[in-house]
């Protein structure tokens, strides 16, 4: 055992399985140093290629494992050093080693004191398969590590596993399918014209339903034929009406227009700080741009619906090449849509809401729109809107997604302001606009 002094301990969030500290718990552990007791050691583990607080050099660091609620109690009694255990006793590489410091974090947080939470375990399994894109981790060694069981694991990752077989014939079809023209998708495979169009034409699906009668699941068929998840679905669903495909889904018919989604569905889009609700896509409109993508709904949901889409996000990966690069700074006046949209879903950060998931991808040259001033946040807006009228067709309709809670599932705060007494539907929204109010 160590006595480490507090102030070189770093509390690493991507990491720690937790997605809350309990205020309740650290009180307690407060309490109970102030009448001397005596806690066991934190575990620790000293790490190089650590990113600095800037993100743009690397460092050493000493980050927490388990304890994080021993660690802040001291850190309030203003103690300034704690008993500590090492896992490793040599200094381990940081990027090399996530999975393992993520996974040995999580198994010292389900054994004991305050345990995880079924919903921490889940986003501790879907952060390792997320990066663990050669799926050495398997379903069993998950289950065993979280104590849960493999049936578990499946259901919280298959997913995320379904979208790392996809193969790169499937991306071109995805691509083709949602409005990229063959020169573009070329482009970017860096195949020639003639073999994107060969792989397009020759594609050949037909026994999605003799697999589906057969009794296999959609996550079997697309690892059969090494799709994504939302691809296989817009392949089973072709050619039927909207109102066909919602029930397929599971998602029921609205007729209506206020909508109350509770959960994403996990089939379509990635893991996103602020990943919205397919269902609302769908209701928004006939074609599409989504312009600040993310973890890829929009385009998910335009497969699905056969509707063609461009995707822009700062944070592209090669996994989704269907978004691309694009920095929203209005006061340049870029806009990178090639075609007059008939529908704009514009899905901006939240204000401040995740500033540090987007800062990760973000940096000081181009900035996330969450890291604004209040003033240049607003202000950001109307330069965006003004810009969009400028590129946008008389009829193109705007849905805007925002939101004015601290955290998702948390109701609102109680209004400081006069609040709107029935939620703003879309539909007013796209009546002032195009009325360019
Ligand atoms: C609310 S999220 C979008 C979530 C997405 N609709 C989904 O369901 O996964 C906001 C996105 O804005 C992106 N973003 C932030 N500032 C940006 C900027 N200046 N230009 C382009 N994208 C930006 C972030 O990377 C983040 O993915």
New binding site residues.
Partial sequence: MKIIKIKNLSWDPSIYPRTTKSQQTINAYAEALEIGAQFPPIKIQRVFNYPDADGNKTTLATIILDGNHRYEAFQEKGIEEIPAIEWKEHPLDYEKNKIPLLLESAKCNTIHGDRLTPNDKKRVARDIASTDTECNYTEEALAEKLGVTRQTINTWISDIRARQRTNRNSIIIRLSRLGWTQEKIAEITGMTQGRVAQIINNANFCEINNLLTQGHNMEYIAAHYQMDLALTWAIRLQGKTDQEKFKELGWGLRTWDQWNFNECDERF?DD?????RSRIDVRSGEADGGQ???????PDTCLLFERKCQA????SRDKRPEIEY????PQKETWPVTKKPDLIFF????YTKKKKE?EQ??NKDI????SYTKKDYTQFFKDFFTLAHKNAKPTTTLAFLNADWPARHLPAMPPRLPRLSKPVCLEDIADRWRAGI
């Fill in positions: 889009g996103w700080p602020a990943r919205h600040v993508a993310g973890g890829g709904v929009v822009f996000d700062l944070a694009h920095h929203w700074d899905d901006p950060p939240y987007y991808k973000a900035p996330s729109i969450s």
